[in-house]
T-cell receptor
Framework: GAVVSQHPSRVICKSGTSVKIECRSLDFQATTMFWYRQFPKQSLMLMATSNEGSKATYEQGVEKDKFLINHASLTLSTLTVTSAHPEDSSFYIC???????????FGPGTRLTVT | AQSVTQLDSQVPVFEEAPVELRCNYSSSVSVYLFWYVQYPNQGLQLLLKYLSGSTLVKGINGFEAEFNKSQTSFHLRKPSVHISDTAEYFCAVNFKGAQKLVFGQGTRLTINP
């Protein structure tokens, strides 16, 4: 089946620094990927849609300059949290739709802790 | 408006008892329906999906769900739960024409011995 990986699985960074999270589709190509954040005991909140070769589409209320998304190839999307602050601490999950399918495949998530 | 509602935030049940997790949606377009399970600190795993055809769909781990168009529901059921079923369950809907999924609030299923 289709596999999506994320790296790193956990990251701790200091306030004010930037951190990059990678999302890869391992055995299929994805022109679109989705980025979610999830607070403890809450549902997934869609942050943005990553589009290969073009700008990402951000959901209302998500700061574009804060959460930089780059989809440079058909198998890789990156989310960079710039000037991170403790309130950015969360679980970040990416997903990609399968080829010709309405199903989405999810990465294992990245736990970001900002100290 | 398009929305997904999971009315039960928490469902405690005893081991080997049956369980039903409810999911309702609101939509003016046709839908594709999914149930995902999330174990602590992990991503989401697909349990089952309804795209078309038979309204009763069977998934992994003994789960099944039934699509009821008139009631706009897609409830998840299991006849006998196990301790290992303790997890968070999310109902998700793809509203035709859109590529993204809309998630319900999630239901925490707790299995007691």
């Amino acid at each position: 089946g289709a596999v999506v990986s994320q790296h790193p699985s956990r990251v701790i960074c200091k306030s004010g620094t930037s951190v990059k999270i990678e999302c890869r589709s391992l055995d299929f190509q994805a022109t679109t990927m989705f980025w979610y954040r999830q607070f403890p005991k809450q549902s997934l909140m869609l942050m943005a849609t990553s589009n290969e070769g073009s700008k990402a589409t951000y959901e209302q209320g998500v700061e574009k300059d804060k959460f930089l998304i780059n989809h440079a190839s058909l198998t890789l999307s990156t989310l960079t949290v710039t000037s991170a602050h403790p309130e950015d601490s969360s679980f970040y999950i990416c997903s990609a739709p399968g080829t010709g399918s309405y199903e989405q495949y999810f990465g294992p998530g990245t736990r970001l802790t900002v100290t | 408006a398009q929305s997904v509602t999971q009315l039960d935030s928490q469902v405690p049940v005893f081991e080997e008892a049956p369980v039903e997790l409810r999911c309702n949606y609101s939509s003016s377009v046709s839908v594709y329906l999914f149930w995902y399970v999330q174990y602590p600190n992990q991503g989401l795993q697909l349990l089952l999906k309804y795209l078309s055809g038979s309204t009763l769909v069977k998934g992994i781990n003994g789960f099944e769900a039934e699509f009821n168009k008139s009631q706009t529901s897609f409830h998840l059921r299991k006849p006998s739960v196990h301790i290992s079923d303790t997890a968070e369950y999310f109902c998700a809907v793809n509203f035709k024409g859109a590529q993204k999924l809309v998630f319900g609030q999630g239901t925490r299923l707790t299995i007691n011995p």
